[in-house]
């Protein structure tokens, strides 16, 4: 079915049913209960995490396939965001044109970028990269004013000209929508304690996550897919079988990079405002952690990755030390203050520390991330299952130089 | 001329910055092959090693002073620091004074220390390691140590002044007969400038006037073989991470009284500085103390107001134009050696 094997089938469905379920799997404490502030089912939040999703999505189609280590994506997500509300400034409020053409102008940049930094790899691939979006936000922060809006950024306004819609109303503020559907418009749903929020915006968001979830299983099975496989694991041995890898890491850099812009559309779509900041290298260093995190060249690895960074940022960040101590509270009073005094750093502002030591062990003992840490605990139930049939490892191959 | 002269003074203090992280990237890319992302985050705590050692110099205890009364009339609690009190207000104020120049004895040993434990706990781990892992394990790192300042130090920076001697500047105009006051330069950007030239001479003299500099040396060139001849280079290169180690915090605590520090000065400048050693040529120590001095003089270059008025913008990213075009047309960087990282 969809051109999918039996178990990318499974795996779709399996993402397309938490994704539509979202909004109650979030909320999973009732309203006004003590732990009602870990619920992570507002619009906001869920649909950061469909977009960054995709954005981490698009990075592993490069990085995680190819293993060309970009430090600039974060630049590919900024100019599609400036084409997008561009298009909102100029045509209709409508998100579609402004999501379009968001993907097509970030994947003109990413052929421009790649196209110069593929001709290097390594280390050198990754500081191109780097020089290539610090510049872009240079840019965009002073001389592009006239274009980007420089420190303030950009929003729709009413005097602008969008040449499709009718005239707004004096003082009414421009809403994004789809055909009339507004993108802020949301159902609240009551059941009993819980309130369950269905927001328009993020559904939008969640049926091109998953399209893009469908397109990234393609390439991922694809001969295309194996090709930036074999570019991983040896690219020497490819160019010595007379094969240009060329072609194939640039088409890669691209669709990553329209992934990136398309990610970029969805936020001005969602929230109709850019600023430049969107393109500085932490927000490129968000996405390799986010990836990494998850499990690189897996596929939902970043999905996982990109859910568990947001959820830290705004959830975990909001942890104070009042909150802390009635956690703590059960315990005798000597113990609570210095258990919460152990804990505090970690949370709270302090939640890039939990971050960076979970990204570090990650790295260290986990290469392949939080899927990878999955399938262990898989392997571990399994073996013991079969406890009783000794069964060997076949011995490695290793392939001859 | 004086415009040009200006612009290259004010090129070396930022210049001799990038000089000595990078001199430090290097000596770490040369010897243990490690790239190494933390880096930044050394210049970092060299000059937290300063605020430290400043506040703690300037720990202080009340005492009531009944001779002076405040605006209410009461008596006034004075402050004074123990360093006053104990070495008379004379030495102990110039203690305090002098605190930045002062962390350098405190740095060294800090940083030799962190450089040691990061090497033996962490670096060693990744030798075999693809680079990518590396950047990776080193990049969590960084955040992790600028997190853990951040949570002692607060977000915003701290003002660390220099000592009152080096707090006017220098009119370097009159000096070299030119009207008076057409070049000001500050006395301590002078002192940075010096500063810089002394440990990165001192590094290259270590190098290659002494027998363990001829061995690091000899490992950077073949580490197999002189592994080989029963030389115990392991040891060897670790020693070499903490001297970097103590580079980049030396670096730092000389810059506080330039910029306040803040917990990411570190990243700040550890983005430049990689451009510096790709630049230089990965691997290459002159290089990347050549191009270190070369981008912070062009940095200062495009930011004249002639030049900013010819390209709009040229300030903000000369130093990303150059990398790109140099990484494009010279492969191995200005100074690179054959074979170090051309892939």
Excluded at chain 1, 9 to 33: K, R, W, Y
Excluded at chain 1, 59 to 72: K, P, V
Excluded at chain 2, 98 to 109: D, E, H, K, Q
Aim: glycine content about 12%; proline content about 5%.
């Amino acid at each position: 079915m969809l051109g999918l094997g039996k178990k990318d089938i499974a795996l779709f469905m399996i993402v397309a049913l938490l994704t539509l379920l979202a909004p109650f799997i979030l909320n999973p404490f009732p309203e006004g209960s003590e732990l009602a502030q870990f619920n992570a089912g507002y619009p906001d939040l869920m649909q950061r995490f469909v977009i960054f999703g995709i954005f981490a999505i698009g990075f592993n189609i490069l990085f995680g396939l190819t293993g060309y280590l970009s430090f600039g994506h974060a630049a590919f997500l900024g100019v599609g965001s400036y084409a997008a509300i561009w298009m909102m400034k100029l045509l209709t409020m409508n998100v579609i044109p402004a999501i379009i053409m968001a993907v097509i102008v970030a994947g003109l940049f990413s052929v421009l970028v790649g196209y110069i930094s593929l001709r290097r790899s390594g280390i050198y691939f990754a500081i191109l990269t780097l020089a290539f979006a610090q510049m872009s936000y240079a840019l965009a922060y002073s001389v592009l004013t006239p274009i980007t809006g420089g420190e303030t950024g950009l929003q729709p306004k009413v005097s602008d000209p969008r040449l499709f819609d009718g005239a707004l109303a004096e003082g009414a503020t421009p809403q994004a929508n789809l055909f009339g559907l507004d993108m802020g418009a949301s159902y609240e749903m009551a059941v009993g304690n819980w309130l369950f929020t269905f927001n328009a915006g993020y559904y939008v968001a969640a049926a091109v996550m998953l399209a893009s979830f469908y397109v990234a299983i393609r390439i991922f099975r694809s001969p295309f897919g194996i090709m930036l496989r074999a570019v991983k694991s040896n690219q020497q041995r490819m160019n010595y079988t007379g094969l240009n890898s060329k072609p194939y890491t640039l088409a890669a850099f691209v669709i990553s990079g329209m992934y990136a812009g398309l990610a970029g559309g969805l936020m001005v779509a969602m929230d109709t405002q850019v600023g430049p900041e969107r393109m500085f290298w932490t927000a490129s260093g968000e996405v390799v952690l986010m990836t990494i995190l998850g499990g690189a060249g897996t596929l939902i690895g970043p999905v996982l990755g990109a859910g568990m960074i947001k959820y830290m940022e705004n959830i975990v960040s909001k942890i104070n030390s009042d909150i802390l101590h009635t956690w703590f509270a059960f315990l005798p009073d000597g113990l609570e203050d210095v258990l919460v005094a152990m804990v505090y750093p970690f949370v709270g502002k302090g939640w890039h520390l939990t971050l960076g030591i979970v990204f570090m062990l990650v790295v260290i003992f986990l290469p392949g991330g939080l899927v990878e840490g999955g399938q262990r605990i898989m392997n571990l139930f399994r073996r013991k299952k079969r406890a009783g049939d000794d069964s060997t490892p076949a011995p490695k191959s290793h392939p001859a130089e | 001329m004086d415009a040009i002269l200006l612009q290259i003074l004010n090129g070396l203090d930022k210049g001799s910055a990038y000089a000595l992280i990078a001199l430090g990237l290097t000596l770490i890319f040369g010897t243990l092959g490690v790239v190494n992302f933390a880096h930044g985050a050394l210049f970092m705590i060299g000059a937290f090693c300063a605020v430290t050692l400043q506040r703690f110099l300037s720990l202080s205890f009340e005492t009531v002073d009944p001779t002076q009364t405040d605006f209410l009339g009461n008596p006034l609690k004075v402050k004074t620091p123990y360093v006053e009190h104990w070495f008379g207000p004379e030495i102990g104020g110039a203690i305090i004074d002098w605190s930045v120049p002062l962390a350098i004895l405190v740095a060294i040993p800090v940083m030799v220390a962190v450089g040691f434990i990061m090497e033996r706990g962490l670096i060693k781990h990744f030798y075999r390691r693809p680079h990518a892992d590396q950047i990776l394990v080193t990049f969590g790192l960084a955040i992790v140590l600028q997190e853990i300042i951040k949570y002692f130090y607060g977000a915003n920076p701290i003002p660390t002044p220099a000592p009152d001697m080096f707090a006017g500047s220098l009119d370097f105009g009159a000096l070299v007969g030119m009207a008076e006051n057409s070049i000001i330069y500050p006395y301590w950007r002078l002192v940075y400038f010096a500063f810089a030239a002394v440990i990165i001479g001192s590094v290259f003299a270590f190098l290659q006037f002494t027998t363990f500099g001829m061995v690091v040396r000899a490992g950077m060139a073949d580490r197999e073989t002189v592994g080989l001849l029963g030389i115990n280079i392991d040891k060897r290169f670790t020693i070499m991470f903490g001297i970097a180690a103590a580079v980049a915090g030396l670096a730092g605590v000389m810059y506080t009284p330039i910029n306040a520090p803040n917990y990411h000065m570190g990243m700040d400048f550890l983005v430049l500085s990689f451009v510096v050693v790709v630049v230089g040529g990965m691997g290459s120590l002159p290089g990347a103390v050549l191009a270190g001095f070369l981008l912070g003089i062009l940095e200062s270059f495009a930011s004249m107001k002639e030049v900013i008025d010819l390209i709009p913008g040229i300030n903000q990213i000369i130093i990303y134009l150059v990398a790109i075009i140099i990484l494009l047309t010279r492969p191995r960087g200005l100074m690179g050696r054959k074979g170090v990282m051309e892939e």
